[in-house]
């Protein structure tokens, strides 16, 4: 996968810059000193499918906007997670960078194999992406992401168990602007991004944005001779364009285009030995003649010599077409239909080392498209939404040939019953087919004006069909499986003045059952798991309680029956089987606390902090590898997040601005299952952006810091026989200079 981008990625930044300096400036609203002056802003969200006030929202949200995402450096889907308490993203699959698992209070999957379905859903504009591949959005040009944490079983319905993360961009005709960004920095950064916004005439407006971003790796395949890809290197083209046709005040259709194609290195992996590997026995060591002197004295590096494995690329486009019809004062239709495709390369050298004991390059793609009919209605004291629902994804994974040892397979015999020996080839080919189906409403109701109470029901339904070949199994196995449920909440809501509230809110949530994704212990292992249901009870505070100073406060406890949780267990038939075990009950507890204070005029300092508590509570007869008081896996107990800010105006009425943040994340399993060899250690990341505005607000200049103490951590352990599979972090630290240029249109 040689690439031309590079040389074609500088050249779009000299343009970009050359043109920004060249045009004319203009005046314009969105600059520092506006973003100094709304710390307090009133924030609409529209999470619940209406549009509302986020204090007077009765569920737990955290808003996260354009200026926020800027200052912070936030520049894909994985960077919210290091923002949001109890929020926590994270990325294994197969080394690619596109991947993304969403853990909202302790909820998440970790797999990305078409089997397998999130905990948490991603929306773009309401539209639901089935794949964790593919997930880890960039953000350029967006209005705000909005995270809902807690079941989200009426609005959202299936795999929303913990929670919903839905990115909306920003509509055509909103403002009249087109922006041209660069960005240079260290380890090989350059990235460039072009916006325009405009009404074309009285009833047409466009927006449109192209994107492109690169950035060297951190190791290399130091085994290859001419290797496609430094490991960790970045390299993506993204796009998107979108029209709004409004001929009447009471009628909007926005069509829209989005495509990405995403060619990297293979996310940074190593190995550590967990127990002597011993060639008597199978379980204690899949591959007995790997020795620790073999790893690459740098852990980023890479010492497979299977070529192409070092790479891994993604790409994929999607189409959407939402209507909305004022049909009277009081009632409302929306229809949204999307077309979503996307396939990706992967894999991994799952030893780590040169003796090809165990590789397998790895693709995979989805088809989806959706319907989605909305009846809405508004009147004095009273809202409701309504709406039918359909979901159809078609898709696979295809693994192969890999190679394994014999001690990969069950009695050393290939699916075609022959012995197997070292330098054997193998493969797994898995497809699925889902269709979801759903009706749901949503009412709110005002019993005075402080006073609110609401809820609403949603009726869900699961089909899917799937078929599986493996290395241990005599041929191929087809399977299906149904899954329903009705999912309700309840809700009520006082307002104790103009700027507090206070609420109380029971929620059902329901995440679909499904098929094990690595069966590798034999047909037997090919069969569905139940649906996983929980019950969250919630209360909380939201408002402005001192005119410097506004909360948000959450109190949770969360009741799962069921809880789906895949773990990879060494001693189940082979040394890489993944297993999804319906572990009986589980609990989650909880507090979440974000605030924004500011200190003075031009100084102010936001927060948030997440205190999770959660366990296995009972196991079920049967239930193998995981033990009661157990912990779900990627949760970390403690979130926090810090983020001061502030302003110096200059006497030209130029605007400084400096902003810094921090993360934490403190530690947490890899699995849901206690190893020490899969505990992950907590982490610290620190950043800051000290930026230039010029007098007329239309041109920025940035200087900035990403993790810039170069923190490195791991993102996933995976146990396996004798050894734990390590998936290391690629966001290192990086210092460069942004450039942003407005122009009024």
Known sequence: MNSVFPRRGLTAISAAILTALTMPASVLAADNAEAKNNVFEKIEVTARKRTESLFETPTAITSISE?????ANIGNLDDIGKYVPNLNITRYGVGNAAHASVFIRGIGLQDHIITTDPGVGVYVDGVYLGRQ??????????????????????????NTLGGAVNVITKQPGDEDIATVQAKVGSRGRLATDLYANTRLNDELSFSGSLSYKQRDGVGTAINL????????????????????????????????????NNESGQSPYTIEFTAPLDANDPFNGDFPLLTPDMLPSNPDDLATTVAGIESTDFSGWGSAITAEWQLDDNYTAKFITSYRTSDYTGGLDDDAVALNLSEFPEEGGADQYSFELQLNGSFDNMDFVSGLYYFNEDGFTKSGPFVFSPWNTPNGLLNDGTTASFGDYGYFDVNQETDAYAAYVNVSYSLSDALKVGGGLRYSEDKKAANALFPSFPARKYETANFNEVTWDMNASYQLNNDMNVYAQVQKGYQSGGFPPRPF?????????????????EVGF????????????????????????PFNDPTAGGGFVTIVENAGESK?????????????????????????DSEITKVDDGVLGIGKGDSPALTPRWTVMIAPSYFYDLDSGA????NANYSYRSDMQGQSVSRPSEKIKSRELFGFNLSYTNPYGDMEVTLYGEN?????????????SGFVGVMRSNDRSEFGIKFKKEFEL
């Not at 200026?67 to 200052?71: D, F, S």
């Open 67 to 71: 200026n926020t995402i800027e200052k």
């Open 133 to 158: 591949m593919g997930s880890n959005l960039s953000l350029p040009n967006i209005a705000r992401v909005e995270v809902l944490r807690g079941p989200q079983g009426t609005l959202y319905g299936r």
């Open 225 to 260: 001779a001419n290797p496609e890809k430094e490991i960790g290197e970045e390299q993506e083209v993204s796009g998107r364009v979108a029209f709004k046709w409004q001929p009447t005040s009471d009628f909007s259709l926005t069509a829209s285009f989005d495509a990405v």
């Open 521 to 537: 212990g034999g047909p037997a292992q090919f069969v569905s798991f139940e649906e996983t249901k929980a019950i969250n009870y």
């Open 542 to 565: 939201k408002g402005q309680v001192h005119e410097r100073v506004s909360m948000m406060l959450a109190m949770f406890v969360t009741d799962y029956t069921d809880l789906a949780l």
């Open 588 to 612: 989650a507890q909880g507090i979440e606390l974000e605030t924004t204070v500011a200190i003075t005029d031009d100084f102010s300092i936001r927060s948030a902090v997440g205190y999770l």
């Open 655 to 658: 605007t400084i601005a400096f």
């Open 708 to 720: 810039i103490f170069n923190e490195v951590y791991d993102v996933g352990r995976l146990q396996q």
